[in-house]
């Protein structure tokens, strides 16, 4: 069975600052994707970045980027030059190869502050 | 850009009685599914669909539960005999591929309340 933890509740962060989402998760398959999406208070839910368990480098996506450990098992989600727009909901998910099903985490509650 | 559609953006639906959630899944993709999330909850995974048929499924997707695709467009998610457990955020999604790295791309969700 898959896992996935994030520990963070709720986070502020100031305007133009970086902030970083944890994220841990707990597979005993081999090969896996992580991925991250947003939820702004209107529900919907946007995919932001992909990390693939045997990709090399981390993932980046404009102001987004994934600081994939995996020996730690981790794919913490950086933003940077944060904007009041970020002011959302943030989930990690991961699905295994083979399967179709996302795990999500419980999410964390990102308020960026002017 | 394109994008997935589900109506109606909110149900009420008496305890007891069937309720049918509509999605438009992006035209070109393959593979379609349903999640839902209990206020408050996680995102918890229902169902998935492929060639007309179901490829995987949950725990939660029991004999209350199917899916169809009517015609070329549609992807609908019908709940018999509804609970008032099964109150919830449904969100349908669809992906192009079995790409590891294809993502899924969700609707807006429907909120369901089950009285």
């Known amino acids: 069975a898959q896992k996935i933890t994030q520990t963070q509740p709720g986070m502020f962060v100031q305007e133009k600052e970086a902030v970083t989402l944890d994220c841990t998760y707990d597979?005993?398959?081999?090969?896996?994707?992580l991925f991250w999406y947003k939820q702004p208070s209107s529900g919907e839910m946007i995919f932001l970045i992909y990390?693939?368990?045997?990709?090399?480098q981390n993932a980046t996506e404009g102001r987004y980027s994934l600081n994939f450990q995996k020996a730690r098992k981790s794919a913490n989600l950086v933003i940077s030059a944060s904007q009041l727009g970020d002011s959302a909901m943030y989930f990690c998910?991961?699905?295994?190869?083979?399967?179709?099903?996302?795990?999500f985490g419980s999410g964390t509650r990102l308020q960026v502050q002017p | 850009e394109p994008e997935v559609t589900q109506t109606p953006s909110h149900q009420v639906t008496q305890m007891g009685q069937e309720v049918i959630l509509r999605c438009v899944p992006i035209?070109?993709?393959?593979?379609f599914y349903w999640y839902r999330q209990i206020l408050g909850q996680k995102v918890e995974f229902l169902v998935s669909?492929?060639?007309?048929?179901?490829?995987?499924k949950s725990e939660i997707f029991d004999d209350q539960f199917s899916v169809e695709r009517p015609d070329g467009s549609n992807f609908t998610l019908k709940i018999r005999s509804t609970k008032l457990e099964d109150s919830a955020m449904y969100f349908c999604?669809?992906?192009?591929?079995?790409?590891?790295?294809?993502?899924?791309?969700f609707g807006d969700g429907t909120r369901l309340s089950i009285l």
């Open positions: 999604a669809s992906s192009q591929g079995r790409g590891d790295n294809q993502p899924q791309h």
């Open positions: 597979t005993s398959d081999p090969s896996y994707g």
């Open positions: 990390q693939g368990s045997y990709d090399q």
């Open positions: 998910a991961m699905r295994v190869t083979g399967r179709r099903a996302l795990t």
């Open positions: 035209s070109n993709h393959l593979y």
């Open positions: 669909f492929y060639n007309n048929e179901i490829s995987e």
